[in-house]
């Protein structure tokens, strides 16, 4: 999902941005109700970083942490 944002941001040269925020800094000041949805946008997509961040970590310690050969062994 960030990767595709990213992409889509960078193709257009820098000239889009993220829709929710423009539509955050436009209208969310003033309606509540769009305000409301913003922020769960933002904070499911924090959510969804945190979670993808951390799957990562954890793979990365798995391989790390693998079982060892033990080359002495006979």
Same mark, same amino acid.
């Given at each position: 999902?960030?990767? !595709?944002?990213?992409?889509r941001? $960078?193709?257009s040269? =820098?000239?889009?941005? /993220?829709?929710?925020? &423009?539509?955050?800094?436009?209208? +969310?000041?003033?309606? $509540? !109700?769009? %305000?409301?949805? /913003?922020? &769960? *946008?933002?904070?499911? =997509? $924090?959510? &969804?970083? *945190? %979670?993808?961040?951390?799957?990562? %970590?954890?793979?990365?310690?798995?391989?790390? /942490?693998?079982?060892?050969?033990? &080359?002495? +062994? %006979?």
């Amino acid at each position: 999902m960030f990767g !595709a944002l990213g992409d889509r941001m $960078e193709t257009s040269g =820098w000239t889009k941005g /993220c829709p929710v925020a &423009t539509v955050a800094l436009d209208v +969310a000041a003033s309606n $509540e !109700a769009i %305000r409301e949805v /913003c922020s &769960t *946008v933002y904070t499911d =997509w $924090e959510h &969804t970083a *945190v %979670r993808t961040v951390r799957a990562q %970590r954890d793979r990365r310690i798995g391989r790390d /942490c693998g079982p060892r050969m033990d &080359t002495d +062994a %006979r």
